[in-house]
């Protein structure tokens, strides 16, 4: 059973576009939704992350918008820049610690 | 910065064959990971060590078996490999138990022939 799915396996964008990838979680339990960000040959790096609580949360280009109601989340990168090319994972977490990750979808950006 | 290192960074070998891979972390923290990242790049969970006890142990199978000799310390030796077993091998650490920010080595990748 898959507990957080990203919508798409990956995604292609033109530098300067706003790239949106998206996440639905089956757990209503969860109250912890990071993104990380995974460069080829290193480990994923917590990019942003939102609580429950919130439904926006920003970081320079980085904006996670969230529903609670629906159980999904959005993640947008404004002005995408050829360096942002990489994997980006979901997550979702409860107070244990413990992190659940979708497949990651891949980001393309063309210059 | 790395704070989180692994070795070896590759391991070729046979199906049947034990390895090892060692993790280090340098930040201070209480705990330590194992997650494995396969061919399709999902992420899931092995094992999670607190302070040198195993605090989980997701449904892995027997040949798996974490080794901690001290909290920042935190190895993974596999007996007998499968070609199923070819995957990154991912170590974290974060700084207690339910603190949700993990800090990811590089990973090992293993390949089984």
């Known amino acids: 059973q898959q507990q957080v799915r990203q919508s798409s396996q990956s995604l292609t964008v033109w530098e300067g576009e706003t790239a949106i990838l998206n996440c639905s979680y089956e757990n209503s339990a969860f109250d912890y939704f990071p993104w990380y960000q995974q460069f080829p040959g290193e480990g994923p790096a917590l990019l942003i992350a939102i609580r429950s609580v919130s439904d926006k949360k920003e970081d320079g280009r980085f904006t996670i918008f969230f529903n609670k109601r629906e159980k999904n989340l959005s993640l947008h990168i404004k002005d995408s820049q050829p360096g942002d090319s990489a994997t980006y994972f979901c997550g979702t977490g409860a107070n244990t610690g413990k992190l659940t990750f979708g497949h990651g979808t891949i980001l393309r950006v063309h210059p | 910065e790395t704070a989180v290192f692994q070795t070896p960074n590759y391991h070729v070998t046979q199906v049947g064959n034990e390895v090892s891979f060692n993790c280090k972390q340098t930040l201070g923290h209480d705990t330590m990971y194992w997650y494995k990242q396969d061919s399709k790049k999902l992420l899931k969970i092995m094992f999670s060590?607190?302070?040198?006890?195993?605090?989980v142990n997701e449904t892995v199978p027997r040949r798996f078996s974490p080794q901690s000799s001290d909290k920042a310390h935190l190895n993974l030796r596999i007996k007998s490999v499968e070609p199923e077993d070819s995957a990154v091998y991912l170590c974290?650490?974060?700084?207690?138990?339910?603190?949700?920010?993990?800090?990811f080595g590089s990973g090992t990748r293993l390949t089984v022939l």
């Open positions: 974290a650490s974060s700084y207690r138990q339910g603190a949700e920010t993990l800090y």
């Open positions: 060590y607190n302070n040198k006890q195993l605090i």
